[in-house]
């Protein structure tokens, strides 16, 4: 079975050779060295929105900032996933985080580390909400169509020696029927011979020199 993920979709809308390549020929692309720190602050950060999940109120550095509560029996630590057997392929991924709105609607949150302040949201940040709010609905999880993204941008350092983060908090508004269509149609890529090198992907431009002699 083909298992998809929003991340995995969002590579096939950047250039559909290298998800080809990625999918069926498990073929990366050269990696760099990042930064680990994202990580370590998603971990810190899910473990406190947690504490306040049990306490069944939102957590005081978000409190004001976006609806509802946090939602009190989070499934399967977020994961979530979409089937088709027909097929033979599904999508999967991990919440972040899901809000309660009340009268049974549920809104997608995902956490964000920046270094300064976005202007607008990302094309793939977009995406990957539309993904979540795609599966929310997948499974039997209403939605109003939108979602949210939290940025934690380091400020200064405290007195006390202690980081301190502007948090941002914004609403945006998801497309689960665009997630839902881009997923089939990069099944259909998957069951097609390789595609064309991208004209702007710079990892294809980059493979091609390579069979320069």
């Known amino acids: 079975m083909l298992k998809l993920s929003p991340s995995s979709l969002n590579l096939f809308l950047e250039c559909p050779r290298c ?18 720190i994202t990580t370590g602050l998603d971990r810190v950060v899910k473990a406190h929105f947690d504490t306040y999940r049990i306490k069944n109120e939102l957590p005081s550095i978000v409190k004001g900032k976006i609806p509802g509560k946090l939602m009190r029996n989070f499934p399967n630590k977020g994961w979530l996933e979409f089937v088709d057997y027909k097929i033979n392929a599904k999508l999967g991924g991990y919440l972040d985080e899901c809000l309660d709105l009340g009268d049974n609607f549920f809104a997608a949150l995902d956490h964000k580390t920046r270094g300064t302040p976005p202007k607008e949201t990302h094309s793939a940040h977009q995406f990957q909400m539309d993904a979540y709010t795609f599966l929310l609905e997948e499974n039997k999880f209403p939605t109003k169509r939108t979602a949210y993204l939290i940025y934690y941008i380091p400020k200064e350092v405290s007195t006390g020696n202690s980081i301190e983060f502007d948090v941002i908090a914004s609403e945006l508004k998801a497309d689960p029927e665009k997630a839902k269509k881009i997923f089939y149609a990069a099944v259909a ?25």
């Open 189 to 213: 890529e998957l069951k097609k011979p390789i595609p064309a090198s991208g004209n702007t992907c710079a990892f294809c431009q980059w493979a091609t020199t390579l069979n320069i002699k």
């Open 19 to 36: 998800f080809w390549l990625y999918i069926n020929k498990n073929i990366k692309r050269p990696s760099i060295p990042v930064a680990t």
